[in-house]
């Protein structure tokens, strides 16, 4: 058996690992849906630099080499229909690893990340504004529910500033409505431990490293997204990282290289019922977020009824039948 370590012989092939082999068939699937995906990015963005950034974050990532090329290829034209890049620079988005049991095989994963999301809030036209906050435990912090809501938040200048304590997410509407969602460090902590990433490895868990405050701001600011009105493409990159916390293939890789290459946000593919349970439901909370704002439009309180467990609701709205709970999306008083 010829040694790896050693260059090849003169007329002998060199063996190619899998990693080899899988990044050769990953840049030649690229090659060649270069047109294709050019046809779903922005004016702004070019097709091979898109290429190139991708392929750059795989060379950081060898382990991308390894899973099937076309979940690959799936996340990278998915990437051109939302308009983002997997530059780890930007934070826009990221190519992740994911083992599929089921399948019995590796596959690259999609996650928007938390400038990803910010960008997407924006472009659906009605946010002036999208942002999430880590709070710490000598932060000077309040808040308070109900019909006169409030959100009282001053970090300190300097010293230490002690452990995380929770965060929070608030979305500004360009016709003056705001919202909130404050969540305590438990139940962010607990979302995290039911991620099947984050147990599967924690060590390596973004969760674990520099970007753990990040990661705490864009547990609630993952959810209020999902209340955002006319913003199926924010909904769709929620619904993504769903996927991926339960553990579920996300599907991107029932992509036709020859043809269009249609991947739509309201279509994911058809590879299980997750996908079409988090798509379907993911349609209703934006009816169900349109419908709530032409009942409430002028009230001082906007109640945006959660989907969690508990049936969450703001205290005194329409739709409650259970007082309110510690942690709920609310209104900031005034406009």
């Not at 799936?74 to 994911?98: I, S």
């Not at 300190?156 to 969540?183: C, H, S, W």
């Not at 009824?305 to 709970?325: I, R, S």
């Amino acid at each position: 058996m010829p040694d790896p370590k050693q260059p090849p012989k003169p007329g002998e092939s060199k063996q190619l690992t899998v990693a080899e082999q899988g990044r050769q068939t990953i840049k030649q699937l690229l090659a060649r849906s270069e047109k294709q995906i050019q046809q779903r990015l922005p004016k702004h963005m070019t097709a091979d630099k898109m290429i190139a950034i991708a392929l750059t974050a795989a060379n950081k990532t060898p382990k991308l080499y390894e899973c099937d090329p076309m979940t690959f290829l799936g996340c990278v034209v998915q990437c051109a229909q939302l308009g983002l890049t997997t530059d780890n620079v930007l934070g826009h988005a990221f190519l992740v690893p994911f083992r599929n049991s089921r399948a019995n095989r590796y596959e690259v994963q999609l996650i928007v990340g938390y400038k990803g999301m910010v960008q997407l809030a924006h472009r659906s036209g009605l946010v002036s504004s999208f942002s999430g906050v880590t709070v710490y435990k000598n932060d000077d912090f309040s808040m308070r529910l109900g019909s006169d809501p409030y959100l009282h938040h001053i970090p300190p200048y300097d010293g230490d500033p002690g452990e995380i304590r929770g965060a929070y997410a608030t979305v500004t509407f360009k016709n003056g409505e705001r919202q909130f969602l404050y969540m305590t460090r438990k139940q962010i902590e607990d979302i995290r431990d039911r991620s099947q990433s984050y147990k599967s490895n924690p060590g390596s868990s973004p969760w674990s490293g520099p970007d753990k405050a990040e990661m705490f701001a864009k547990t609630p600011l993952r959810r209020l997204s999902k209340w955002i009105p006319n913003a199926p493409e924010l909904a769709y990159a929620a619904a993504l990282e769903d996927l991926h916390d339960a553990g579920e293939s996300q599907g991107l890789e029932g992509l036709d290289v020859e043809g269009a290459l249609d991947v739509a946000f309201t279509n994911l593919h058809s590879g299980g019922d997750a996908q079409e349970r988090v798509a379907d439901a993911s349609a209703k909370k934006q009816e169900e977020m349109k419908d709530q704002h032409r009942q409430h439009a002028g009230k001082e309180a906007f109640c945006a009824c959660p989907d969690g467990p508990n049936g969450e609701h703001l205290e005194g709205c329409e739709h409650a039948d259970t007082p309110t709970p510690t942690t709920q999306r609310s209104m900031f008083p005034g406009t």
